[in-house]
């Protein structure tokens, strides 16, 4: 993921799609352990940094034993994004995403990786409060505002 | 009918509505025969020179008065593209004078509305359809991977159809939307609530391929793109989230995002997530990309009378974009129209009927409601 959250970022920061409001990631990962909780919050920790803002409310949906995790949030500049994450035994794995900035967007289509490829995640720290977030959200059934589980005085 | 005459067809609404494409559809079918331009006598003085200029331009008389035009007996069809807020109430009369709906997208402003069209047409015994993308061949080719079990049992669906036209504007960011829980009005001229105009497609999509029932919605609507929208306090962005029966997750973006943000008409896709395997579907693949030394292209120039480029008619000399070129297969419902006609010579419903299109509407409608909120909203919600 390194290479692909470095270049989006470098497109940020030069302003060519404007600010950046919407991201939709739809990503298919090869099981590696950890568990599909912690890759989601990976993803939406990536998602948060793109946007430059913090979720206000999470509404994550997963069935248990299930492959698939998908959550919406929602920020605290009104930006918003979707992340759906699978794990399946596939040869490669596929991220696919759209990241719309108001000015223009940014697309990586989800094609099969070279073989080989790893997602390496970049070393952007999973908040406590996130996976907090996520836990209550898939165990209420329903959205969870950050402001119920986190203090951030 | 066909095999002796033409099914004649009635244009509820001309110029500036839907009615510019659905016409051409009617037309290129050889089954129908287009018989006259009508409205309710008391449109506005605009809509009604927009309802004139277009028969002019087709070719048609226009009938100023809906009943005297419904009355005749060489109207077979109804072609339904009244605004949003008469829409529900003209496709009732049109089903009580016994005649076939075609319906733009959505059919109604409110589930009230939508179940009342629904009645009419099961009580006047009349078909009907709402015009969608299903005949689209990679909406299909996601329909057969769904039904064919090639990615197992179906767990999640995520549709994304947005559109890539209008100017974006410097329309302040910066705090979310606040929602009308129940929004009434739908037509503006610079402006559309695009998590209901462009949505109902994702949303048809999803109902059409899953063959499920929307359970729960939870949505959010956002102003990012235009000054126009935000203006009239509508939307440009839209995402819902749904559960279906079986467990099914969904979800779907929705909006308008400026000419220059994709490079072709906006990005369409449909992800199928099965318990074998993850399958998308991209409305432009397969295609061709082509890059010459000619001019690159440039969107139209602004048009005050229609500045997000929703009509064809107020677009005729707009270049197209060229750098991508789809290789879709033939297949012998691409015309949406051509497939109704089947289903009135066969006597079979629509795969997208009113029922359905009553369907659309209500997850729409939630997806107001829990964007107001902020909570999920289960359906069936409040028939208003």
């Not at chain 2, 462009?198 to 999803?206: C, D, E, H, I, R």
Request: hydrophobic content about 40%; charged content about 20%.
């Amino acid at each position: 993921m390194q290479f692909l959250y470095q270049t989006v970022k470098e497109i940020i920061d030069a302003g060519s799609v404007g600010t950046p409001v919407f991201v939709r990631f739809v990503v298919q990962i090869i099981p590696s352990g950890e568990h599909i909780l912690d890759t989601l919050a990976r993803f939406l920790v990536i998602t948060g940094s793109w946007l430059a803002s913090i979720p206000i409310r999470v509404y994550v949906q997963h069935k248990e034993n299930s492959a698939q995790i998908t959550a919406s949030a929602e920020y605290t500049g009104g930006q918003t994004a979707i992340v759906s994450v699978n794990l399946a035994d596939v040869v490669s794995s596929r991220i696919d995403f759209m990241m719309l900035g108001n000015k223009g967007a940014v697309y990586h289509d989800g094609g099969v990786m070279p073989p080989g490829f790893d997602i390496d995640y970049e070393p952007l720290e999973v908040p406590e409060w996130l996976m907090d977030a996520i836990e209550r959200s898939l165990f209420a059934g329903k959205p969870v505002s950050i402001e119920e589980v986190v203090d951030f005085e | 009918m066909s095999k002796f005459q033409p099914y004649g067809v009635l244009l509820v609404a001309g110029m500036m509505t839907h009615q510019e494409n659905y016409s051409d559809f009617f037309l290129a079918d050889p089954r129908c025969k287009l018989i006259a331009v009508t409205d309710e006598p008391d449109v506005t003085p605009r809509r009604a020179e927009l309802d004139r200029r277009f028969a002019f331009e087709m070719n048609l008389p226009y009938i100023p008065d809906l009943d005297e035009a419904l009355a005749r007996d060489d109207v077979d069809i109804v072609s339904v593209c009244a605004e949003h807020e008469r829409r529900g109430r003209v496709a009732v009369k049109c089903a009580n004078a016994g005649k076939h709906l075609y319906l733009d997208k959505p059919m109604a402003c409110s589930v009230s509305d939508a179940d009342a069209v629904v009645t009419a047409v099961e009580s006047a015994g009349v078909k009907s359809q709402v015009y969608s993308m299903v005949h689209s061949s990679w909406v299909q080719s996601a329909k057969q991977a769904v039904e064919s079990g090639v990615i197992g049992e179906l767990i999640a669906i995520h549709c994304d159809i947005l559109f890539a036209k209008g100017y974006t504007s410097d329309a302040p960011l910066g705090k979310p939307r606040k929602q009308d829980p129940y929004p009434k009005q739908f037509t503006f001229i610079d402006s559309k609530r695009e998590l209901r105009a462009t949505g109902v497609y994702s949303v048809g999509l999803v109902q059409w391929i899953t063959g499920a029932e929307v359970e729960t919605v939870f949505g959010a609507t956002e102003n990012y793109f235009f000054g126009e929208h935000l203006h009239n306090d509508v939307e440009d962005f839209g995402i819902l989230t749904m559960t279906l029966e079986n467990g099914i997750v969904a979800t779907i973006s929705a909006g308008r995002i400026g000419y220059t943000s994709h490079p072709s008409s906006g990005p369409m896709k449909i992800h199928l997530v099965g318990t074998k395997n993850l399958i998308t579907f991209n409305a432009y693949n397969p295609r061709v990309e082509v890059y010459t030394s000619e001019t690159p292209w440039t969107p139209p120039k602004l048009n005050p009378d229609d500045p997000m480029g929703f009509w064809n008619s107020t677009s005729k000399n707009a270049k197209p974009k060229k750098s991508w070129v789809t290789a879709n297969p033939s297949q012998r419902h691409t015309n949406d129209v051509s497939y109704f006609i089947d289903c009135i010579e066969s006597n079979h419903k629509s795969e997208v009927s009113a029922k359905e299109g009553a369907a659309q509407v209500e997850v729409l409608m939630a997806g107001y409601l829990s964007a107001a909120t902020g909570s999920v909203v289960s359906l069936p919600i409040p028939r208003l």
